[in-house]
Structures are given as structure tokens and as C-alpha cells.
């Protein structure tokens, strides 16, 4: 069976280091692996994806994620936090003609 | 262009009562999809429509649940006989081509259902 996983609830950094939310997925076949941000009162938003080629994936507001197949993790980062970043992030995979699996997601709080 | 929008934004009801709740996907989409967020939870996978072909309905949680699409365009998520336990966000999501698992969904900006 199809999953995601994102083992922290919540991320907590200060503004201008590094930002780093962890996500692993278990699928049969290559993997589709989206990550979405959603502000408070707001719907999801599309960040990035990863279909095939380049490990590194860049994506929207600067964030970044690595696809890593042996480690089954497609992990968001971003090399330097900004306060208005603080939102719930949500992991999801899907393989070729399945539904899209999503992760419980995490809650950033980046301060200032 | 317009993004996926829903309607109500925010519905109380009666247990018991039955509920309504609309979706207008991006023109051109011919993918579309529901999904439910309850508290403090990911997304839950209900229905999702492609084109004219029959749709997935292997994530609606009973019978009381049911969606239309008319076409490429509106689709209305019905949940009958409402429990308390049907409170969560509904939300709605489009693509380009449901076929095409790559393709990145746009989602509005949800139903909030309270049932009291």
C-alpha cells in the first residue's frame, strides 16, 4: 500500500538559518512526489514536484527538495528561513494511475 | 485566470440535515478531485472525476456521501443525513489531466462543515 510519512508535527527555526521538513514515502513503482504549503484560511498550494531526472527539485519561494530513492525520502529545504514561510507543509506521492497519497503534514514556525 | 473556487465557504448544519457543497475547477481541467480535511489531519481522498470516464469513488467513507460533475465543469459533493463526524474541510482540487499522474493539482480554498 501507498504512504507518506512526515515524522515531525512541528519544525521550529529561527529566521535566516536553514529549514529542513522531512517526509519518506513507500510506493510500488517510481514515485510522483509533490509538496504543498497551506497558509491559515487558505487553500494548498502547489510548491514543487519531482517526476524524474535531477534529484534536486527547486520550487516556488526558494524552497528546494531532494528526491532519494534509496532512502525513499523526498525532504523540503531551504537554505534560509523567512518568518512569513510559518505554515502547515504537506508531503504527497502518487504512482502511475493511483490517487494522490498525502502526509499528515507539518506545522513551521519560523521566528524572528 | 480564475483558480478553483467553492461554495459555501463556511456551512452549519443540523445533524441529520442534508448538505450541499459546490466546486468550479480551473477551465480546461478535466480532472478533478475531493478531498476531506478533518482537525488537525492530512488530506483524505474521497472522489475524483476525469473527463467522461466513471469516476473513483473509492475514498467516500458510506453511502451518505455521493458527487456529480456535469461535463468538465461544476461538481456538487452531497453528504446525506449528516453526522457529527462529518465536520471537517472539504476541499476541491483540479488538474490538467487526471491521466497524466505527474500533473500538479490546484486546490480552492475549502467548505468549512460544522454539524452540530
Known amino acids: 500500500a501507498q504512504s507518506v510519512a512526515q515524522p515531525e508535527d512541528q519544525v521550529n527555526v529561527a529566521e535566516g538559518n536553514p529549514l529542513t521538513v522531512k517526509c519518506t514515502y513507500s510506493v510500488s513503482g517510481n514515485p510522483y512526489l509533490f509538496w504543498y504549503v497551506q497558509y491559515p484560511n487558505r487553500g494548498l498550494q502547489f510548491l514543487l514536484k519531482y517526476i524524474t531526472g535531477d534529484n534536486l527539485v527547486k520550487g516556488s519561494y526558494g524552497f528546494e527538495a531532494e528526491f532519494n530513492k534509496s532512502q525513499t525520502s523526498f525532504h523540503l529545504k531551504k537554505p534560509s528561513a523567512l518568518v512569513s514561510d510559518s505554515a502547515l507543509y504537506f508531503c504527497a506521492v502518487r504512482a502511475k494511475g493511483t490517487a494522490l497519497i498525502f502526509g499528515k503534514g507539518t506545522t513551521l514556525s519560523v521566528s524572528s | 485566470g480564475a483558480g478553483v473556487s467553492q461554495s459555501p465557504s463556511n456551512k452549519v448544519t443540523e445533524k441529520g440535515k442534508d448538505v450541499e457543497l459546490r466546486c468550479d475547477p480551473i477551465s480546461g481541467h478535466t480532472a478533478l478531485y475531493w478531498y476531506r480535511q478533518r482537525l488537525g489531519q492530512g488530506l483524505e481522498f474521497l472522489i475524483y472525476?476525469?473527463?467522461?470516464?466513471?469516476?473513483?469513488k473509492s475514498g467516500l467513507p458510506s453511502d451518505r456521501f455521493s458527487a456529480e460533475r456535469t461535463g468538465e465543469s461544476v461538481s456538487t459533493l452531497t453528504i446525506q443525513r449528516t453526522q457529527q463526524e462529518d465536520s471537517a474541510v472539504y476541499l476541491c482540487?483540479?488538474?490538467?489531466?487526471?491521466?497524466?499522474?505527474?500533473?500538479?493539482?490546484?486546490f480552492g480554498p475549502g467548505t468549512r462543515l460544522t454539524v452540530l
Open positions: 482540487a483540479s488538474s490538467l489531466d487526471r491521466t497524466s499522474s505527474y500533473n500538479e493539482q490546484f
Open positions: 472525476f476525469q473527463g467522461n470516464s466513471a469516476p473513483d
